[in-house]
């Protein structure tokens, strides 16, 4: 199993004025990747939280971590300091992060002077490699199995893509996903539960998900649920046969106890 932690670094993530899109998005990517996020942690932009997520999270020895946001220049982007903190190292100006910085001005035709405040975006723990934002300006940083990725969305996933997720894709080797999803009407979560149980434990909860998604009522009375089942593996065919064969399973609970797919 590739075991990946996120870690999102912002105030406004804690206070509700941000939604964590970046979290949704990165799981999503991963899972269907084959790696598997062991936990997602929110902390604010705060020296000590960010430096005791750090810890904690490397504690519990990750394959990755991935940490999003408090790259930039204001006062309030802590990241790299408080990573540098976690690990017992300083940080410094790196000149090829400042020769980053001056790519993506260029690149943007931005007329901007690397100045003091500019500079804390070249500023970076110590044996640590910065990544070229190309997309906007704070470079993100490697060190060890740690990503630190920029907050906003779209300079994230350019950076996912092109660093991280070969690593997630090699670390997890050949893997294959197949998604069926049935809308039943007539049964319930309660319902249905036990056989779901049953199907998992005889087929491990590696190899599948299978959750249920309530949908409300028809007519004010009759339940309604979506079933997801996704089958994993390594070999295309035998994830097909056992997709097919617990579809059956399926098909054929949610008639005994009364359902119909809609």
């Given at each position: 199993?590739?075991?990946?932690?996120?870690?999102?670094?912002?105030?406004?993530?804690?206070?509700?004025?941000?939604?964590?899109?970046?979290?949704?998005w990165l799981a999503g990517r991963i899972a269907r990747a084959g790696g598997t996020v062991g936990r997602v942690t929110v902390v604010g932009d705060d020296l000590g939280a960010i430096s005791s997520a750090v810890k904690e999270s490397l504690?519990?020895?990750?394959?990755?971590?991935?940490?999003?946001?408090?790259?930039?220049?204001?006062?309030?982007?802590?990241?790299?300091e408080g990573v540098a903190m976690a690990l017992g190292k300083k940080i410094a100006i790196?000149?090829?992060a400042v020769q980053m910085l001056k790519n993506?001005?260029?690149?943007?035709?931005?007329?901007?002077?690397?100045?003091?405040?500019?500079?804390?975006?070249?500023?970076i723990?110590?044996?640590?490699?910065?990544?070229?934002?190309?997309?906007g300006s704070a470079p993100s940083v490697m060190i060890g199995n740690i990503f630190c990725l920029p907050g906003v969305p779209a300079e994230m996933k350019a950076v996912f893509e092109s660093r991280i997720l070969p690593l997630v894709k090699e670390g997890v080797?050949?893997?294959?996903?197949?998604?069926?999803?049935?809308?039943?009407?007539?049964?319930?979560?309660?319902m249905i539960a036990p056989?779901?149980?049953?199907?998992?434990?005889?087929?491990?909860?590696?190899?599948?998900?299978?959750?249920?998604?309530?949908?409300?009522?028809?007519?004010?009375?009759?339940?309604q649920i979506r079933v997801q089942l996704v089958?994993?593996?390594?070999?295309?065919?035998?994830?097909?046969?056992?997709?097919?064969?617990?579809?059956?399973?399926l098909r054929r609970e949610i008639k005994r106890l009364g359902g119909r797919i809609a």
């Open positions: 199993m590739f075991t990946i932690e996120i870690l999102c670094v912002g105030n406004e993530l804690l206070s509700g004025i941000t939604l964590n899109t970046n979290a949704h504690a519990r020895k990750p394959d990755l971590l991935i940490v999003t946001g408090g790259l930039g220049a204001t006062y309030d982007d802590m990241t790299l790196d000149e090829r993506s001005y260029a690149r943007r035709h931005l007329h901007y002077r690397i100045n003091k405040v500019r500079l804390k975006m070249a500023t723990p110590e044996g640590s490699t910065p990544i070229e934002n190309t997309v080797g050949r893997f294959v996903s197949k998604e069926v999803n049935y809308y039943a009407r007539g049964v319930s979560e309660a056989a779901l149980a049953r199907i998992v434990r005889a087929n491990g909860s590696h190899e599948i998900y299978l959750k249920t998604h309530p949908k409300g009522y028809y007519k004010k009375t009759v339940p089958c994993k593996g390594a070999d295309a065919g035998k994830v097909k046969q056992k997709l097919d064969k617990i579809s059956a399973q």
